[in-house]
């Protein structure tokens, strides 16, 4: 394996013509993977495709000129010192500021090559043009700046900044107010009912721990395994998944922590003052990101809290 200033000019040349190749196609990959979201965005990285497909047209016309139509093949894995690229663009769930973020690395990437390509180069031609092209990439600052620039003067960034919400209460917002309702909710009955048949804060607290853990395993494996998110665009569902369960074992543990108290009144009473934070908790998520009116929203699952703890009480204390 070569490093770059190994290169001869027909392979530094020949290595410029397969990186514009190459980041022209991960561009329409961003694109195509951000279209249906994010149209706009989608549309600058087009432009961008079509920039390096006009610099790879530039390259391509000075080495026909100076070396024949005979390229030879190599490319960034074949020469030390280019960054190893993770391929982001194969990514179903793209994020924006990701496609964003990488296409800022590539720039830089571009720039040092063409910089450092130019200053080794002895044709005036090919000097000039790796020079023009280096500067370009220069130009360019940051894909980042640049497209979060464009939307900002074009009026597309509320718009699209509100499809980045949308998306963030699909993927992660829903799935784990389900987890969260449902660790808080289900949880209270079997706590109280040892609690309430015992008195023995110890045994509260292992059936607590077990329900918290076993219905976080459950609801997300309940959630991974129910939509692959491919025709709903609610994202991976393992990262669904883990969202769900992570906040369906925090909600049971809430109220399962103050048994580790040795004085059963006392941990029951701070397991009570939890619960009613809890439910507070669930009715602002569901205000804030499901559009619930509030009281509407503490009502409900007050209500429905309320009647779980009373069935855990009378039950444990039958």
């Known amino acids: 394996m ?6 001869g000019e027909a392979e530094i040349l020949a290595l410029a013509i397969a990186s514009e190749e190459e980041d022209a ?15 706009h965005s989608a549309q600058m990285f087009e432009e961008m495709a079509g920039e ?14 100076r070396f ?8 960034r894995q074949d020469v030390k010192g280019f960054l190893k690229r993770n391929p982001v663009w194969l990514n179903e769930d793209l994020q924006l500021d990701t496609a964003r973020k990488h296409a800022a690395l590539m720039e830089l990437e571009a720039s040092r090559f063409y910089t450092s390509a130019a200053e080794r180069a002895t ?3 090919t000097r000039k043009l790796l020079a023009d092209l280096a500067e370009a990439e220069r130009g360019h600052e940051s894909m980042a700046e640049r497209l979060g620039e464009e939307l900002r003067t074009s009026g597309t960034a509320d718009e699209e900044e509100e499809t980045r919400k949308r998306l963030f209460v699909l993927q992660i917002v829903q799935p784990a107010l389900a987890g ?3 660790g808080s909710v289900s949880t209270l009955a079997p706590i109280f009912a040892a609690a309430f048949a015992t008195h023995d804060s110890w045994n509260a607290f292992v059936v607590g721990l077990a329900a918290s853990i076993g219905a976080g395993i459950s609801m997300g494996l309940t959630e991974a395994l129910s939509d692959d998110g491919v025709v709903t665009g609610r994202g991976h569902p393992w990262v669904r998944g883990a969202a769900c369960g992570v906040a369906t074992t925090i909600g049971g543990l809430g109220h399962t922590l103050p048994y580790l108290i040795p004085d059963f009144w006392l941990a029951t ?3 009570g003052f939890i619960v009613a934070c809890e439910l507070v908790v669930i009715a602002w998520v569901r205000w804030r990101y499901m ?13 429905g809290g309320l009647l779980v703890l009373a069935v855990g009480v009378l039950i444990g204390s039958s």
Do not use: C
């Open 2 to 7: 070569k490093r770059v200033d190994e290169l």
């Open 269 to 271: 009473a701070i397991a």
């Open 291 to 303: 559009e619930t009116p509030f009281a509407s929203a503490i009502v409900q699952i007050i209500i």
């Open 25 to 39: 196609r991960i561009y329409l990959s961003f694109a195509q993977r951000l279209r249906q979201n994010y149209p």
């Open 180 to 182: 969260l309702i449902d």
């Open 123 to 125: 044709d005036t031609g």
């Open 52 to 65: 390096e497909r006009g610099h790879r047209h530039s390259l391509l016309s000075l080495y026909e000129s």
């Open 68 to 75: 024949g139509k005979e390229l030879p093949h190599i490319t």
